[in-house]
Structures are given as C-alpha cells and as structure tokens.
C-alpha cells in the first residue's frame, strides 16, 4: 500500500513557476514508476509527465516539453514537478500516481497507476 500527498500547488501570474511535491509512504516507495496528471474543470484527467522506478528516464506530454520537469528522491520518498513559463491553460487539480511496472519504464497510461494522490490545485491568471 502507498499512500501519496500533494503540496505545492497555488495562484500564480503567467509566466512564473511551480513547484509540485509529492511525498509517498511506505518502503516500497523506489520499487513504484511515478507521474503526475492533471484534470481541469469539465475535462478528463491528463498524462502531465512521468518518471521510471530507476529515476533514469522520463516522459512529457507535448504540452508541457520544454517547461515542466519531473525529478525523484528515493532516499526521502518524493518526487517533485518543476513547472516554468506557466500559462493559463496549465491551470488545473494536478494528481501525483505511483505504478508498479519494470524498474525501467515509463507510464503515461492513468490506468495503469496504482495509486493516486487526493490532488493540488494550481491556478494561472493571465
């Protein structure tokens, strides 16, 4: 069982930058590809970006190439969203979800994850 939490979400003016946390529990933590999603108002959950178990390969939506970046510290159970030159279509709840797949891969199927965070709003005004 791992059990996520978001952090870091907030209002910010276009252009700025974020940056998501997420913190898991358990000591399984390392054994879990992670990524994060996003939902806006009446739209369905999006891919954002993911991280392999290992923390050596990653993936990005074309919407967020360039301008977001996922990172992993296994030693103390986070992984974090860096989120620059943000524009007010970014604007949504951003869930964090741990997948029990090869240590290698990537995973940008949300059904494939496992476990979900309870989400963090982030708000772009414009």
């Known amino acids: 069982q791992v059990q996520l939490v978001e952090s870091g979400g907030g209002l910010v003016q276009a252009g700025g930058s974020l940056r998501l946390s997420c913190a898991a529990s358990?000591?399984?933590?390392?054994?879990?590809?992670m990524g994060w999603f996003r939902q806006a108002p009446g739209k369905e959950r999006d891919f954002v970006a993911a991280?392999?178990?290992?923390?050596?390969?990653?993936y990005y939506a074309d919407s967020v190439k360039g301008r977001f970046a996922i990172s992993r510290d296994s030693a103390k159970n986070t992984v974090h969203l860096q989120m620059n030159s943000l524009k007010p279509e970014d604007t949504a709840v951003y869930y964090c979800?741990?997948?029990?797949?090869?240590?290698?891969?990537?995973?940008?199927?949300?059904?494939?994850?496992?476990?979900w965070g309870q989400g963090t709003q982030v708000a772009v005004s414009s």
């Open positions: 991280i392999s178990a290992s923390g050596g390969n990653t």
């Open positions: 979800a741990a997948a029990r797949v090869p240590y290698y891969s990537v995973v940008s199927n949300a059904e494939l994850y496992d476990y």
């Open positions: 358990g000591r399984t933590f390392g054994t879990y590809a």
